[in-house]
């Protein structure tokens, strides 16, 4: 069948609205048609080919859509149901048979090889294949995903805020909640108040954080953090960073971090700020190769350094948490969007670039 998508062509080129042909699902796979997608990071990354994704292809890995057609052997959906799509993972290797999808030995090559699992591409235009991503292409008025990437969501709450729960949200919140875990009382900085600092910010607040310390060169962006729940806001353009975080919390530092910049000297800064015993946790993602200082002796007081993957977490059990929250006014997550349509792509993704949106969502159909 034929659909709208939004095409990458070239190396750091604009998006290209274009018809193309997706394929029918194959077994296991589910067909949805796409109501909205989150716009992210990493889709913004690979369109300049930080990672080296074949082109073209069609990115996008935040999509949520109604089921329209599934192939032999998917039970968890039918025709009719909202879901929300997240990433691939093998559910064969042992990090998937032991409840770790996240960190699965195939993650890469699921996701960013540009095929789908049995090694073709779904899309295609004029008879040359176009990549897939994410085992998902939601840049597009339709997406073939596997099962494992799809996510049943219950119909009473907007399908079209629900896609950035499939990755920038849940990583940021489950940073916090499924990583760190921290104790109710405890303090934390968050690094960075884009759409996944602001996730793990109202996370830490979830659980009971009592200090939330949020940082961040823009004042608007700080000024939601207080909004969503921090008790102390930071421009490094106006202080020393780590000073102001030790004196905030009488000179300990703080429990728990979480830098989302991925700019080395952020990170850094990550591990500084933490009292004895502390642990950062690093989501934001520079490109391959990029290599970060620490001195070894802060490290030796205990204090540790956690990479984060999709929020450690299993994607339909997580995000239906994630949803319950919201639900509860606990977790306001709708703060964060602004909505353009799929041919407002580019100004969208310039618009996150610079700052002026935190996460943008592009409505499809």
Do not use: W
């Not at 049995?118 to 099962?147: M, P, W």
Request: with cysteine; glycine share 10%.
């Amino acid at each position: 069948m034929l659909t709208k998508a939004a095409v990458t062509y070239g190396k750091g080129e604009p998006f290209k609205i274009d018809t193309i042909t997706i394929d029918d699902p194959k077994d296991g796979e589910v067909l949805v048609r796409i109501k909205a997608v989150g716009i992210c990071h990493t889709d913004l990354i690979v369109r300049d080919q930080y990672y080296p994704v074949p082109l073209p292809a069609v990115l996008g890995h935040e999509g949520a859509g109604v089921v329209e057609k599934v192939g032999n052997g998917v039970t968890s959906v039918k025709p009719g149901d909202h879901v929300v799509l997240s990433f691939s993972s093998c559910g064969e290797c042992t990090q998937c048979l032991s409840g770790n999808p996240y960190a699965c030995q195939k993650f890469f090559e699921l996701n960013f090889s540009g095929k789908m699992k049995d090694g073709t591409c779904r899309l295609h235009k004029d008879h040359q294949d176009i990549a897939n991503f994410f085992g998902q292409s939601s840049f597009s008025q339709y997406a073939v995903a596997s099962e494992r990437n799809v996510v049943k969501v219950p119909k009473d709450v907007p399908l079209e805020i629900l896609g950035p729960l499939g990755c920038g949200i849940q990583t940021g919140s489950g940073a916090v909640l499924n990583k760190l875990k921290p104790e109710e009382g405890s303090s934390i900085v968050i690094f960075g108040c884009g759409s996944v600092g602001l996730s793990a910010l109202m996370a830490a607040k979830v659980a009971n954080c009592t200090t939330i310390i949020a940082v961040d060169l823009q004042d608007n962006r700080l000024q939601l953090a207080k909004e969503l729940g921090a008790t102390h806001t930071i421009n490094p353009k106006n202080s020393n960073v780590v000073e102001e975080i030790k004196a905030i919390t009488g000179g300990e530092g703080v429990n728990y971090s979480v830098e989302t910049t991925s700019i080395p000297a952020v990170l850094r800064q990550a591990v500084d700020c933490l009292a004895t015993l502390g642990k950062a946790a690093v989501i934001g993602a520079p490109p391959v190769g990029t290599e970060v200082s620490l001195d070894v002796n802060t490290i030796l007081f205990e204090r540790s350094l956690t990479g984060v993957l999709l929020g450690s977490g299993v994607p339909q059990l997580f995000i239906p948490k994630l949803i319950d929250l919201y639900k509860k006014g606990k977790f306001p997550f709708d703060k964060l969007i602004k909505f353009y349509t799929l041919e407002e792509i580019n100004q969208a993704s310039e618009d996150s670039e610079k700052g002026i949106t935190i996460k943008p969502v592009l409505k499809v159909s």
